[in-house]
């Protein structure tokens, strides 16, 4: 392990055990934050007896369609977008200034549109998603090197083969870099709705055990929830990492 | 995004442009209403008269002053205390290595979910507003201001050097200069997301500010405040975004 990781190792193990000792103490009161490790137990309890089971399908499930359709829909749009440059130049301050809209304020909208349901969280996840998904098509299509181009040419690709074999793989990071933000976006777009206004789900849980001064409760949850955000997003760095290795080998 | 085309594009047509997205927006809008009905949404007139009206009531305007100090106040506090925690990463190597993954698996995390222990750190009421919206957007600040200082171009600090710079005529002539586009998109992340922030905070345990004004709309069925207060709200957050861009691009060319 390098020096960089040790240290920053050290400083979230003494970060954590500050934290215990403060509360342990009651420098910190336990209606405030509850020690790091009965989080932990708490979690575990909850976990191992299965309370959490009906709230993590609905979010998982959740989050899995909401980043399906942004993958998807901000895909083929991004391509339909970046092959249609009148299109684009009508769409570019939309797309530009996009995430400086609060889409959150759109939920009760959505709610009073498709229901309450699962439709109107997805529909934020979706809309949160997409746009970066879009932009980082857009992204990846605009950096094709053109002497690629030109190699499909001198070798008189079709249409299609010049998109499989040379575009596709062309904007390959760009793409990847799309998919995590987009699953980035989708969690943080469903939970957010969970917590806010929702009634099922992770968030709504945490919302709700803040209601009923549950603490124990909403800081296991809390803690999952970190872990979930930490361990996906480090394993989609290390996949990119691992991707991007290859290519420079290659 | 294509950013060179704006600059040759004559006015007259990006004006067409503008416009287009515009009528399209607005039909889309209606074509909703017409599926969805007075239930669920207002149409664009109607909306706009009645946030013309809501311009005009007072309670409106107390709302949105909370609203305006909470968000200025969360503002300030993360612009200035990102760029100097920026600033002190970005010189000093060894703790920038170890803080940028943890600053950008906090910024990456779900933050409403920490909203409660915010809550009971603060209390009810605008400090609790304040402190969320500076997690909001504290954190692009960091890490645009430190990947800034981080890709200075190390001939200008030579050149400084050279010259026998005083360390301020090299703050002033080189270091700033060379920063500030880079931090000003910092900057321009870190306002669209303390918006955010404050607005999540409102509509969660409040009872002030346009975030409550809409949950409470949504809660008592009042689609008109609801729809007019939103429409108020992203014009300002378009128009606002698509200003600091403009400046954004306009530093970035200088440079």
Not at chain 1, 27 to 52: D, N
Not at chain 2, 178 to 203: D, K, W
């Amino acid at each position: 392990m390098s020096a960089v990781a040790r240290t920053r190792l050290a400083i979230v193990a003494t970060f954590m055990a500050l934290l215990e000792l403060l509360t342990r103490t009651g420098a910190i009161s336990e209606l405030v934050i509850i020690p790091p490790s009965a989080m932990a137990t708490h979690l575990w309890t909850l976990l191992a007896t299965g309370q959490l089971n009906a709230a993590m399908a609905q979010t998982f499930a959740n989050i899995a369609i909401a980043f399906a359709l942004s993958v998807t829909v901000g895909f083929v749009s991004g391509a339909a977008i970046h092959a249609l440059p009148r299109l684009r130049r009508l769409l570019d301050p939309l797309l530009a200034s996009y995430y400086a809209i609060p889409f959150f304020v759109f939920y009760p909208l959505l709610i009073a549109l498709l229901g309450l349901n699962r439709w109107p969280l997805v529909a934020i996840g979706f809309v949160f998603g997409a746009a970066a998904m879009v932009i980082a098509t857009l992204n990846g299509l605009d950096r094709v090197p053109r002497v690629l181009r030109k190699v499909a040419k001198v070798h008189r690709m079709s249409r299609r083969e010049e998109v499989l074999r040379i575009v596709l793989p062309a904007a390959v990071p760009y793409l990847f870099t799309g998919l995590k933000l987009s699953l980035a976006y989708a969690f943080i777009g469903i939970l957010a709705g969970e917590f806010i206004l929702s009634g099922g789900g992770l968030g709504f849980s945490i919302a709700f055990s803040y209601d009923a001064f549950d603490n124990p409760t909403m800081y296991a949850l809390m803690l999952f929830v970190l872990a979930l955000a930490v361990a996906l997003n480090s394993s989609l760095d290390w996949w990119e990492q691992r991707l991007m290795r290859r290519r420079g080998r290659a | 995004m294509s950013a060179g085309a704006g600059s040759v594009q004559p006015r007259f047509l990006r004006l067409a442009d503008a416009l287009l997205l515009l009528a399209a927006v607005v039909a889309i809008w209606q074509l909703v209403y017409a599926v969805a009905g007075e239930v669920a949404i207002t149409p664009p007139l109607a909306t706009l008269g009645f946030a013309a009206h809501l311009l005009g009531s007072p309670v409106f305007w107390r709302h949105l002053s909370a609203t305006a100090i909470a968000f200025g106040a969360s503002l300030a506090i993360a612009s200035a205390a990102g760029v100097a925690a920026g600033l002190a990463l970005g010189f000093h190597r060894f703790s920038g290595a170890v803080a940028e993954p943890i600053l950008t698996a906090l910024y990456s995390l779900p933050k409403v979910t920490l909203y409660p222990l915010v809550l009971l750190i603060f209390g009810l009421g605008i400090s609790a507003k304040i402190a969320f919206g500076v997690m909001h957007g504290v954190i692009p600040v960091i890490l645009f201001t430190m990947s800034a200082i981080k890709a200075i171009d190390p001939v200008h600090l030579k050149t400084a050097r050279a010259l026998n710079l005083t360390p301020v005529q090299t703050a002033c002539t080189i270091l700033a200069p060379a920063v500030a586009p880079e931090i000003f998109t910092g900057l321009r992340i870190g306002f669209s997301l303390t918006l955010l922030g404050v607005l999540i905070g409102e509509m969660f345990a409040s009872q002030r500010g346009l975030g409550f004004m809409i949950i409470n709309g949504i809660n008592t069925h009042d689609v008109h405040t609801m729809m007019a207060v939103i429409l108020l709200l992203t014009v300002f957050a378009l128009s606002a975004g698509a200003l600091l861009l403009a400046l954004d691009r306009r530093l970035h060319h200088r440079a």
